[in-house]
């Protein structure tokens, strides 16, 4: 096995996910292990296999930021069909198969958004596991908040702004200043994505 499995027929099932953690842990998986990843995924699992369409929100977890980014997922949740997730949902008291689990969930979701304030966090690291096709990035604009872009430059590093470079390219990035402006971005995320069919 080479890849994550994303068939089609069960992705959500004990098999699947079984095979895909061994795949990640580099081999077989002891069956006890394998039922127990599938054991603390099951219930949101059902629930996203359910789900017309998948959204995996990803952001800084940070004391006052990661309000932000639940409240992205709760208004991307609030569509008809769609489920959106943090993976702090998922097991959140045990962090050892941490890796692991956001790779399951990866192969398991149609869109990843990520909601970001700067560099500091695991979701800078997780962005470029994502298939950019099927990511969007909600970014906070600091320009309006300084002379020059000194500001912007010391939240995000050379490497996340050519990523919304070239996100911003394929009209997957939008920017937003305050909470009032993150709403209606993601609103208007959440009609565009609600509108496409999930690949």
Same mark, same amino acid.
């Given at each position: 096995m080479t890849k994550l499995d994303r068939s089609v027929s069960s992705p959500f099932g004990e098999d699947a996910i079984a095979r895909d953690a061994a795949f990640l842990f580099g081999g077989e998986l002891p069956p006890e292990v394998a039922k127990r990843i599938h054991t603390e995924c099951l219930r949101e699992l059902d629930r996203l !296999? =359910? !789900?017309?369409?998948? #959204?995996? #929100?990803i952001g800084s977890y940070a004391e006052r930021k990661k309000g932000r980014v639940e409240a992205v997922r709760? =208004?991307?949740s609030s569509r008809s069909g769609a489920e959106a997730f943090l993976l702090d949902e998922i097991d959140p008291d045990v962090d050892v198969w941490e890796y692991v689990k956001f790779r399951v969930y990866l192969a398991r979701c149609h869109y990843v958004v990520g909601v970001f304030e700067d560099n500091d966090g695991g979701h800078e690291l997780e962005i470029g596991e994502a298939d950019l096709s099927t990511t969007f990035v909600l970014e906070r604009d600091y320009r309006e908040a300084s002379i020059d872009d000194d500001v912007e430059f010391e939240k995000y590093d050379a490497m996340l702004a050519t990523l919304f470079d070239l996100l911003d390219r394929r009209g997957h990035l939008s920017c937003w200043t305050t909470e009032a402006e993150l709403a209606e971005e993601t609103r208007r995320l959440g009609a565009r994505l609600g509108n496409a069919t999930p690949p």
């Amino acid at each position: 096995m080479t890849k994550l499995d994303r068939s089609v027929s069960s992705p959500f099932g004990e098999d699947a996910i079984a095979r895909d953690a061994a795949f990640l842990f580099g081999g077989e998986l002891p069956p006890e292990v394998a039922k127990r990843i599938h054991t603390e995924c099951l219930r949101e699992l059902d629930r996203l !296999a =359910r !789900a017309e369409t998948v #959204v995996f #929100v990803i952001g800084s977890y940070a004391e006052r930021k990661k309000g932000r980014v639940e409240a992205v997922r709760d =208004r991307l949740s609030s569509r008809s069909g769609a489920e959106a997730f943090l993976l702090d949902e998922i097991d959140p008291d045990v962090d050892v198969w941490e890796y692991v689990k956001f790779r399951v969930y990866l192969a398991r979701c149609h869109y990843v958004v990520g909601v970001f304030e700067d560099n500091d966090g695991g979701h800078e690291l997780e962005i470029g596991e994502a298939d950019l096709s099927t990511t969007f990035v909600l970014e906070r604009d600091y320009r309006e908040a300084s002379i020059d872009d000194d500001v912007e430059f010391e939240k995000y590093d050379a490497m996340l702004a050519t990523l919304f470079d070239l996100l911003d390219r394929r009209g997957h990035l939008s920017c937003w200043t305050t909470e009032a402006e993150l709403a209606e971005e993601t609103r208007r995320l959440g009609a565009r994505l609600g509108n496409a069919t999930p690949p």
